[in-house]
Every structure is written in structure tokens, then in C-alpha cells.
């Protein structure tokens, strides 16, 4: 398996508190993507990243923010989380070498639960 | 935005039987690539099509990428208790712009083996 982690694995929290998840690559990978899944949605973008620094919104993105300061770390916060951001959550990560084919590999996911 | 539907969202067989899950895309793909997921873990990467008409097997894993690169499936032939898992299928953007390796997924197809 590629080096990612997520952390925490698992995290139980209150309507309206902050959360941070995190991921941590040892790849080197240049793009890196938080993903959400949910039953009957398979896996939704939420942000994503194409360098230090570097990120953009994908399809669910309301309500995370993320930031990117070092290669190997991508952040994904929820400001006020509400029931709604209970779910699965993956980070992956791509080389970019391969104009954008390459393949995703994934971290082993965090389940937050929202109460 | 591009949408990826997948069929059908449940599959019961039997030890020894066939199993086919389909892929639509309502834009034309650059690429399209297949992961599964076993119970309680995360996607794992199977394999990438990105050819018209495209066929590549894996044992008794047969994928196919449809002519015009809007459809795919995946045909596993005497499925075994092995297999049993989320088949997820997801597209990457045609090209034309940096797509930053970004995949839309379909919902998923979860499969069950009875032995």
C-alpha cells in the first residue's frame, strides 16, 4: 500500500465544533484529494490539491475548507460541523506525471460522526 | 457538471456465477478507471482503460471501455467469495484543460457471494 494516513481513524463530535481531519503522504505525490462517501453516492470530491498551496473545490464542498503547507500534509476542515458531514472520509493522493491519469491511491479513511 | 452513473446497485450471486456492472458517463472520458473496496476498507485501484473500444482482462475480470468513451464495464466470470466487495468505476474529465487527475465516481456496485 502507498504511505498515507489519516488521522484520527475515528472521531465523535457535536453539531457546531470545529474538526480537522488529516492526511499524511510519504509518496511525494503532487496532487492529493479529499473525498467524502456516503450510501448511494459512492465517493464525492470535496477539495482537492495540486501543489503547496495549491487547492480548489470539488462537487461538495460546501461547509470544508482545506489547506496545503507542506507536500505531505492536507488538512480538511469543517468549521461547525453539522449532522449532515456525518460520513466516511478518504484522502488519496496521484502522481502528476502521468498528465493526469494516473491512478488514485487511498488512505484508509476516517469515520466522523456528528451528533 | 460530469455525471457517472453506475448499475446496479446490488448484486446477489451465487458461488460460480457471473457478474457485470455497468458505467455511464454523460460526457465523453478521457480515461476510466476501476477500484474496489472490500468491507470496512478503502478503494483500491484496479485497473485504468483509455482507449476506444479498449478490452483488458485480469484474470476473471473483464473490463471494457465503450466506443465513444462514454461507457464501461466490468464482467467477472465464476465470481468466488473472494470478490465479494463495492466495484466503483470512475471517469476522468476529456482532456482540454489540466484536470489535475481529478475523477468523478459512480455511485458504486455492491456485490454479495453466497457460497
Known amino acids: 500500500d502507498a504511505g498515507i494516513t489519516q488521522s484520527p481513524r475515528h472521531k465523535v463530535t457535536e453539531t457546531g465544533t470545529p474538526v480537522t481531519l488529516r492526511c499524511h503522504q510519504t509518496e511525494n505525490h503532487r496532487y492529493m484529494y479529499w473525498y467524502r462517501q456516503d450510501p448511494g453516492h459512492g465517493l464525492r470530491l470535496i477539495h482537492y490539491s495540486y501543489g503547496v498551496k495549491d487547492t480548489d473545490k470539488g462537487e461538495v464542498s460546501d461547509g470544508y475548507s482545506v489547506s496545503r503547507s507542506k507536500t505531505e500534509d492536507f488538512l480538511l476542515t469543517l468549521e461547525s460541523a453539522t449532522s449532515s458531514q456525518t460520513s466516511v472520509y478518504f484522502c488519496?493522493?496521484?502522481?502528476?506525471?502521468?498528465?493526469?491519469?494516473?491512478?488514485?491511491?487511498f488512505g484508509p479513511g476516517t469515520r466522523l460522526t456528528v451528533l | 457538471g460530469q455525471q457517472v452513473m453506475q448499475i446496479p446497485q446490488y448484486q446477489h450471486v451465487q458461488e460460480g456465477e457471473d457478474f457485470t456492472t455497468y458505467c455511464n458517463s454523460s460526457?465523453?472520458?478521457?480515461?476510466i478507471q476501476w477500484y474496489k473496496q472490500r468491507p470496512g476498507g478503502h478503494p483500491v485501484f484496479l485497473i485504468q482503460?483509455?482507449?476506444?473500444?479498449e478490452v483488458k482482462k485480469q484474470k476473471r475480470l473483464t473490463f471494457q471501455f465503450g466506443e465513444a468513451k462514454k461507457n464501461s464495464s466490468l464482467h467477472i466470470t465464476a465470481t468466488q467469495t473472494t470478490d465479494v466487495g463495492t466495484y466503483f468505476c470512475a471517469g476522468g474529465a476529456n482532456a482540454g484543460g489540466t484536470s489535475y487527475g481529478k475523477l468523478t465516481f459512480g455511485q458504486g456496485t455492491i456485490l454479495t457471494v453466497h457460497p
Open positions: 460526457t465523453t472520458l478521457s480515461n
Open positions: 482503460l483509455v482507449k476506444s473500444g
Open positions: 488519496a493522493i496521484s502522481e502528476a506525471s502521468r498528465g493526469g491519469r494516473a491512478e488514485q491511491f
